[in-house]
């Protein structure tokens, strides 16, 4: 099992910066590819920035020059610096994180999910 622990949603009020955090364990022996994605109310869920073991990195047009993605190997943890905010961030972000078990499976999990709400 691998389970996927997300942190650092919240409040902020527009232009502010939040870190999120996302921490994965359990039986895993290498980590593809790591993202976040976001749902807002009524929206579909989309990807918001990925980055791969080797650092390369991918982002939706809305967040470019704003939200910076990053990772750390060594501890399996992925994070989001979100910076500018603006009201339309607001949404549920998920951790995303594709697999190799210990037992040779690639499979794709994800986290429970973290609420950030930027007020105007």
């Known amino acids: 099992q691998v389970q996927l622990v997300e942190s650092g949603g919240g409040l902020v009020q527009a232009g502010g910066s939040l870190r999120l955090s996302c921490a994965a364990s359990?039986?895993?022996?290498?980590?593809?590819?790591m993202g976040w994605y976001r749902q807002a109310p009524g929206k579909q869920r989309e990807l918001v920035a990925s980055?791969?073991?080797?650092?390369?990195?991918n982002y939706a047009d809305s967040v470019k020059g704003r939200f910076t993605i990053s990772r750390d190997n060594a501890k399996n943890t992925v994070y989001l610096q979100m910076n500018s905010l603006k009201p339309e961030d607001t949404a549920v972000y998920y951790c995303n994180a594709l697999v190799v078990t210990l037992v040779g499976f690639t499979r794709n999990y994800w986290g429970q999910g973290t609420q950030v709400t930027v007020s105007s």
């Open positions: 980055i791969t073991s080797g650092a390369s990195t």
């Open positions: 359990g039986s895993i022996s290498s980590i593809n590819r």
